[in-house]
């Protein structure tokens, strides 16, 4: 197999990969908070505790995928663009 058709073929199979992982979990966990809502802090002794809430993901632990926020934005337009009302007499 030439290089090129291997770097094709790793290339569609992390592009299907991924699109696989984004229908089938279209939520990860929040960068900034590492999915835990909140931030750790420690009081004065050390003990950690809870911090405040995080403001990227509004204390959820989650935010959506890049790929599945492509889609729902591609089906989004898709839809209003089709999803017009037809005038009265066609069919």
Known sequence: MTPILLAIACLLAVTFGYGGLCAASPFGDCRK???MGHELTTDRKGKAKRGKNC???KATGKRIRV??????????????GTDTPRPKGIR
Not at 67 to 80: D, K, S, T, V
């Open 55 to 57: 403001r990227r993901c």
């Open 33 to 35: 908070c590492h999915g």
């Open 67 to 80: 790929g599945r926020w492509l889609y729902n934005r591609w089906a989004r337009i898709y839809r209003a």
